[in-house]
């Protein structure tokens, strides 16, 4: 696409153009312009027409603006971010397939399991990191290059209504949800508009997969749908820890395949069961294709593995919700060594926090984990279920990283997890120092 593609597709006037630049990239942060990229600067707590100059002195090729503005390769807009929308629509009508994913928990392990399978049969373009939202939907739509024959959209939601917005946007071929749990409770108000709103993403697809547990919520908008689970059409059973990652066994109708994937997650299958339905929809064998994630790499912070000495680290702080947590929880119990569970608060609950939390703990207390070490405010519930109970210790990051140390000869595994907003990698990061 080159710029004055641009001004006619966003029915904007060009300021002081020279040069008809091509523009392979559209970038909202100035930071990671470059030449060929073009700056879309949104108004969020900050305005990012303050930083138009910062983008142009980085080589981009040109910027948006609502402002009038005079420096070179601009072009305004009444609006930039529905401008955006309009690039991520006009992107999207050349990409031959798009599957939307959508869940409480587990759509970004879907969406790069989906990613890593599928990139062997199609030229892929998939959501980077968590780019779900209102902005990073439209943005990753409006950066599919122009080979792009398959697109994996991650759709967060954290109300009623947010889903099919995006769907407008994203209009889906097969609609995917992962699971549905209390995250978000806070903004969906109740755990009856968490079902509706994660439900929106059949709506506008034609094809549905969704686990089998949740199929009696959705049956009367259900299309052509597959159902994965232990009672699914696609069978998941007999998931368990091992010390090569996580086993499990996937099959469908007359095919099986027992499949060890080196990460340690029990949760993982129930997404592999997701990217298995994805393939039948797209006429693909969904079995044997699946033999592709035998070589999986996890990203960092979703249950990735580091060794700390003699410490075996599972990062999976990247965030954490009910359903997320107790999946860890069940992940840790498994692995024969000495366990150690590093918890921080989960956000976003609202007025559920405290019963949420207390219902970790008392998860906490069916297994053989050895030492607990939480950190928040909303632990604190987790740590009065605990007492006198489990061995657990209520402490800054620092003094958690401290205490684990002291356990090194013990050779422990020690998972860390808790919402975004906790930071608790930084927690890993004491560690290593």
Partial sequence: MRLFEVVDLVEGKPINISKDEEIKEFVIDSRIAKKNSLFIPLKGSRDGHDFIEDALKNQASGYLTQKPLNYPN??????????????????????????GITGSSGKTSTKELTKFVLSVFFNVHATSGNYNNEIGVPLTLANTSEDTDLAIIEMGAGKVGDIDYLNDIVNPDIGVLVSVGE??????????????????????AFYHVLPFNLLHYYKDKLKNFITFGEDGDIKVFDVKITSQGTYGVVAYKNDQLELTIPIFNKGVFKNVGAVAGILYHLGLDPIKSLEILRDFKQPEGRGSILKVGSITVIDDSYNANPLSVKNAIETLNEIPTVKVLVLGDMLELGQFSEKLHREIAREILKTDIDYVFLYGEETKYILQELKDKKFVLHTTKENIAKEIKKLEKLNPTVLVKGSRGMKMEEVIEYLKN
């Fill in 183 to 204: 995250a978000h409770i806070e903004k969906f108000g109740s755990f009856e508009n968490i079902v509706k709103g994660k439900g929106e993403i059949f709506n506008k």
């Fill in 74 to 99: 601009g072009i305004l807009v009444n609006d930039t971010y529905q401008a955006l929308k309009k690039i991520a629509k006009e992107k999207r009508k050349n990409i031959k397939t798009v599957v």
